[in-house]
């Protein structure tokens, strides 16, 4: 069954409460990288060897990047679902052009695919890897 106007909007807010936090996560990280990094210079000036603390302070800063590029790429999804809403074919699956399961869109509103073509193009990722 094909979305409802009223469907549509619930799900049209619930990305952009999304999009909005996981915004707000990126700036907040993008600070807390930045900051580690002006810290690292400071230390690097102050004292010639690493100690323990730097190489913790590093691997923070990776930790923290590698979130910061997967709350990117949920940002890019949340884009490509807006988009979809605004150009209409929101909630319709991109392979087999079948109607997106409502339960399945409450648990992932950006879901691009139904069930069923999920499994698939996740097997040909597995595959590909
Ligand atoms: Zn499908």
């Not at 996560?25 to 102050?46: H, M, P, T, W, Y």
């Not at 979809?84 to 079948?98: F, R």
Request: glycine share 6%; aromatic share 6%.
């Amino acid at each position: 069954m094909a979305l409802r106007e009223k469907d549509i909007e619930y799900f049209r807010q619930l990305l952009e409460a999304e999009h909005a936090k996981i915004d707000k996560q990126v700036a907040g990280l993008r600070k807390k990288i930045k900051k580690s990094l002006d810290e690292d210079r400071v230390f690097e000036r102050n004292s010639g060897d690493p100690d323990s603390d730097f190489i913790t302070e590093s691997s923070e800063i990776e930790k923290d990047e590698m979130l910061v590029r997967q709350l990117e790429s949920s940002l890019q999804q949340i884009d490509d679902a807006l988009d979809a809403i605004g150009e209409g074919y929101y909630g319709i699956c991109q392979k087999c052009g079948a109607s997106i399961d409502r339960a399945r869109l409450k648990t992932i509103p950006w879901a691009k695919f139904c069930y069923k073509c999920q499994v698939e193009v996740e097997e040909v990722e597995k595959g590909a890897a």
